[in-house]
């Protein structure tokens, strides 16, 4: 059984999946990475990570999670994702107690 703090919703899932997509383009223009580039970082093929960012494929969690760990990993996007509160610190607070779980 997941405990309560540890459970993430499908809506916040979704929602923070379309965020991330809303900006997916901008962040790789602000370190000048491919798709094909990031797609490798990731673990997808070229093809698959075109077709997420397109919206023809549905982004899953453990492709959000990598990408998001990927652009935390670079000061400039890391900056501009909590800029665009891309970044879940929502989650961060609550899986350490910081936030009460939804």
Do not use: C, H
């Not at 919703?9 to 979704?14: I, L, P």
């Not at 797609?39 to 982004?59: C, D, H, P």
């Not at 909590?82 to 610190?89: A, G, N, Q, T």
């Amino acid at each position: 059984m997941i405990r309560e703090k540890y459970l993430i919703t499908d809506d916040y899932q979704k929602a923070s999946i379309e965020l991330l997509l809303d900006n997916l383009a901008a962040l790789r223009a602000r370190i000048n990475i491919t798709q094909e580039e990031l797609a490798n970082v990731i673990g997808v093929s070229r093809q698959t990570f075109y077709a997420i960012e397109t919206g023809k494929r549905k982004m899953s969690w453990p492709i959000y999670m990598a990408i998001i760990f990927f652009f935390d990993s670079i000061p400039d996007t890391s900056e501009m994702m909590k800029e665009l509160r891309i970044y879940p610190i929502d989650l961060i607070m609550r899986f350490n107690d910081e936030l009460e779980s939804p």
